[in-house]
């Protein structure tokens, strides 16, 4: 059965990285957020943890065993979800970030980002309607007149309505520049919407009255390509004197997910009866950059899921390994059995998890920080360099939790031996909603290529001087506070080699050598990701060197960084000879060859 007390999220790990990490009292010193405190900050982070705790975790189990059904034209989801819904509107996390202008309380997103882990790591299905509808109005407030902020936005960021993104469709998967959607002018202020959308979370529940589709269409005569995409909301029902109406949106399909099982995923018909009202966002043919706002967010939200995920299942088998008696110690006879955790190889999986969840988490949060700096940073130059880094990182803060957390909740059901194969046990249900987040926002393949093909050679290598230049900020610090110094030694020349690495693919990419460069983008992605959590947990090894943590807690951060950096760093060599060696072996395969 379920470990008795999972934590989910490890408090005092949160604070560590709030705190002695990150610093985020600082953050009080920017004007947007010189209304908070430790106080207000620890105030929110335990009414959302207590809440996620108490109400939210108790309702996993019930929703992964009862997935919503497509009856009668319409979706049904669980019946407890309209509470829950309400209850985290309640609490503020739907606009918790937003200005207090549009009914939020301007909370600096690393706070918020690590208070949300909480709720993703109880019932990542019901929060996923929060961070959905927060992305679509964000959208509308970003981008969207004053008229559509009042008539969609301001009901989204209170909770009356949700809202979703649609942007897939059956023929174009991740390939947007292929989308048939179309959108006709009328002489009316809304545009006529055909076409058909798959894959759509949360566009119909019954937890609201209504929902908001931001649908990426192409505006009749509009220019091939993804250039010629507009972004449109599209609700499923409409306003007519003073009632909601039918806006001719059908619900074609209830998709049936592996794991997820709280969030409905949907195919969408637009327009089948030639009236399907929506309402343009912003300009023509900027609806894929707006889009991308969304996507950006959406990707760290992803990973969120993806360490949230993870640490759910590391704690629910470091609870079961504590408390499951089987064998006996090495060079012991006739003794009684002993728990689990006292097998060196249990440690091992346990440490690895510990490693991969606790670097992802600390992973997040400084993108998180970065986010508010480059939104609300005391200068241009300091707004500037922190969005390049942001920029940098956010594929690797989407792929490597969801990548590598896979692997931590494939070992939480190893732990679990036998049990953890059944469904009375809930590492096998982590592990089905973990697989999810290496396919949202954009597979991890399509993440590699971003990064090698896009971030890291943007302006003239400037995001990767940046992070250089944190790298060896962090290694000075570490060095400064007594750290272990073959560890500092070891990150330097992981750095150097990364660095060497990164031009020389640059170079080929420069000389019209396309292959030669992105060939290996996921074996590029997987070394630099290895390289920035080694960097995570050499801070969280000096923050804790200098800070009043409790002696268990700092050597549970010492053993977990030596792990990392001695095991996982080493491979980067390897990784960028493989880069490098213009091995084709997949390259220059043909289809007849499978």
């Given at each position: 059965?379920?470990?008795?007390?999972?934590?989910?999220?490890?408090?005092?790990?949160?604070?560590?990285l709030?705190?002695?990490?990150?610093?985020?009292?600082?953050l009080?010193?920017?004007?947007a957020?010189?209304?908070?405190?430790?106080?207000?900050?620890?105030?929110?982070?335990?009414?959302?943890?207590?809440?996620?705790?108490?109400?939210?975790?108790?309702?996993?189990?019930?929703?992964?065993?009862?997935?919503?059904?497509f009856?009668?034209?319409?979706?049904?989801?669980?019946?407890?979800?309209?509470?829950?819904?309400?209850?985290?509107?309640?609490?503020?996390?739907?606009?918790?970030?937003?200005?207090?202008?549009?009914?939020?309380?301007?909370?600096?997103?690393?706070?918020?980002t690590?208070?949300?882990?909480?709720?993703?790591?109880?019932?990542?299905?019901?929060?996923?309607?929060?961070?959905?509808?927060?992305?679509?109005?964000?959208?509308?407030?970003?981008?969207?007149?004053?008229?559509?902020?009042?008539?969609?936005?301001?009901?989204m960021?209170?909770?009356?309505?949700?809202g979703?993104?649609?942007?897939t469709?059956?023929?174009?998967?991740s390939?947007?520049a292929?989308?048939?959607?179309?959108?006709?002018?009328?002489d009316?202020?809304?545009?006529?919407?055909?076409?058909?959308?798959?894959?759509i979370?949360?566009?119909?529940h019954?937890?609201?009255?209504?929902?908001?589709?931001?649908?990426?269409?192409?505006i009749?005569?509009?220019?091939?390509?993804?250039?010629?995409?507009?972004?449109?909301?599209?609700?499923?029902?409409?306003?007519e004197?003073?009632?909601?109406?039918?806006?001719?949106?059908?619900v074609?399909g209830?998709?049936?997910?592996i794991?997820?099982?709280?969030?409905?995923?949907?195919?969408?018909?637009?327009?089948?009866?030639?009236?399907?009202?929506?309402?343009l966002?912003?300009?023509?043919?900027?609806?894929?950059?707006?889009?991308?706002?969304?996507?950006?967010?959406?990707?760290?939200?992803?990973g969120?899921?993806?360490?949230?995920?993870?640490?759910?299942?590391?704690?629910?088998?470091?609870?079961?390994?504590?408390?499951?008696?089987?064998?006996?110690?090495?060079?012991?006879r006739?003794?009684?059995?002993?728990p689990?955790?006292?097998?060196?190889?249990?440690?091992?999986?346990?440490?690895?998890?510990?490693?991969?969840?606790?670097?992802?988490?600390?992973?997040?949060?400084?993108?998180?920080?970065?986010a508010?700096?480059?939104?609300?940073?005391?200068?241009?130059?300091?707004?500037?360099?922190a969005?390049?880094?942001?920029?940098?990182?956010?594929?690797?803060?989407?792929?490597?939790?969801?990548?590598?957390?896979?692997?931590?909740?494939?070992?939480?059901?190893?732990?679990h031996?036998?049990?953890?194969?059944?469904?009375?046990?809930?590492?096998?249900?982590?592990?089905?909603d973990?697989?999810?987040?290496?396919?949202?926002?954009?597979?991890?393949?399509?993440?590699?290529?971003?990064?090698?093909?896009?971030k890291?050679?943007?302006?003239?290598g400037?995001?990767?001087?940046?992070l250089?230049?944190?790298?060896?900020?962090?290694?000075?610090?570490?060095?400064?506070?007594g750290?272990d110094?073959?560890?500092?030694?070891?990150?330097?020349?992981?750095?150097?080699?990364?660095g060497?690495?990164?031009?020389?693919?640059g170079?080929?990419?420069?000389?019209?050598?396309?292959?030669?460069?992105?060939?290996?983008?996921?074996?590029?992605?997987?070394?630099?990701?290895?390289?920035?959590?080694?960097?995570?947990?050499?801070?969280?090894d000096?923050?804790?060197h200098?800070?009043?943590?409790?002696?268990?807690?700092?050597?549970?951060?010492e053993?977990?960084?030596?792990?990392?950096?001695?095991?996982?760093?080493?491979?980067?060599?390897?990784?960028?000879?493989?880069?490098?060696?213009?091995?084709?072996s997949?390259?220059?395969?043909?289809?007849?060859?499978?």
């Amino acid at each position: 059965m379920p470990a008795q007390g999972n934590p989910l999220i490890d408090d005092g790990l949160v604070d560590f990285l709030l705190y002695a990490v990150l610093d985020a009292e600082s953050l009080c010193q920017l004007e947007a957020y010189q209304q908070h405190s430790k106080e207000t900050f620890d105030l929110y982070i335990d009414s959302v943890r207590r809440f996620a705790r108490q109400d939210l975790w108790p309702t996993y189990k019930p929703m992964d065993e009862n997935p919503p059904v497509f009856r009668d034209g319409r979706i049904h989801t669980h019946p407890g979800l309209p509470a829950l819904f309400e209850q985290m509107v309640d609490l503020g996390v739907l606009s918790a970030t937003r200005s207090e202008s549009v009914g939020g309380q301007q909370m600096p997103m690393l706070v918020h980002t690590l208070a949300s882990a909480y709720l993703m790591a109880a019932n990542l299905g019901a929060y996923g309607f929060i961070g959905l509808t927060h992305g679509a109005a964000h959208l509308i407030e970003a981008f969207g007149d004053d008229e559509l902020k009042t008539q969609f936005m301001e009901r989204m960021y209170a909770g009356e309505w949700t809202g979703t993104m649609a942007l897939t469709e059956p023929h174009a998967g991740s390939s947007l520049a292929d989308i048939t959607t179309t959108a006709t002018p009328t002489d009316h202020d809304y545009y006529l919407i055909k076409g058909s959308k798959i894959f759509i979370s949360g566009a119909d529940h019954g937890i609201t009255d209504n929902v908001i589709n931001l649908t990426l269409a192409r505006i009749e005569g509009a220019p091939e390509g993804t250039k010629g995409i507009s972004l449109f909301a599209v609700p499923k029902l409409r306003e007519e004197g003073g009632r909601l109406v039918s806006n001719d949106v059908t619900v074609a399909g209830l998709i049936h997910k592996i794991g997820w099982k709280g969030l409905p995923s949907l195919a969408l018909e637009f327009g089948d009866e030639g009236d399907c009202r929506g309402w343009l966002v912003g300009e023509p043919n900027q609806g894929l950059r707006y889009m991308f706002q969304m996507m950006n967010q959406a990707r760290i939200m992803v990973g969120v899921n993806a360490a949230a995920t993870a640490s759910a299942a590391y704690h629910e088998s470091r609870l079961y390994a504590l408390d499951r008696k089987q064998g006996r110690k090495l060079g012991t006879r006739d003794s009684e059995p002993v728990p689990i955790i006292e097998h060196a190889d249990v440690r091992r999986m346990l440490l690895r998890q510990k490693a991969i969840v606790e670097g992802s988490l600390a992973l997040l949060a400084t993108v998180a920080k970065y986010a508010d700096v480059a939104d609300h940073g005391t200068t241009e130059q300091e707004r500037e360099r922190a969005q390049l880094l942001l920029d940098l990182l956010t594929p690797v803060a989407k792929t490597f939790p969801a990548e590598r957390g896979f692997e931590a909740n494939a070992l939480a059901i190893q732990i679990h031996g036998g049990y953890g194969y059944t469904s009375e046990y809930l590492p096998e249900a982590f592990m089905r909603d973990q697989k999810l987040n290496s396919l949202h926002e954009g597979t991890s393949g399509i993440q590699s290529m971003d990064l090698l093909g896009r971030k890291v050679m943007s302006k003239g290598g400037a995001p990767l001087r940046a992070l250089a230049e944190e790298l060896t900020s962090a290694i000075g610090r570490a060095r400064e506070s007594g750290c272990d110094r073959d560890l500092c030694d070891a990150l330097e020349r992981a750095v150097e080699t990364v660095g060497a690495t990164t031009m020389q693919l640059g170079q080929r990419g420069m000389s019209g050598d396309t292959d030669g460069m992105l060939g290996h983008s996921w074996d590029y992605l997987d070394m630099f990701a290895t390289l920035v959590i080694g960097w995570q947990w050499l801070l969280m090894d000096a923050a804790a060197h200098t800070s009043s943590i409790s002696e268990t807690r700092r050597r549970g951060i010492e053993a977990a960084a030596r792990y990392w950096i001695q095991t996982e760093i080493p491979r980067i060599s390897i990784l960028a000879n493989l880069c490098l060696s213009n091995e084709r072996s997949y390259i220059d395969a043909e289809a007849d060859w499978f």
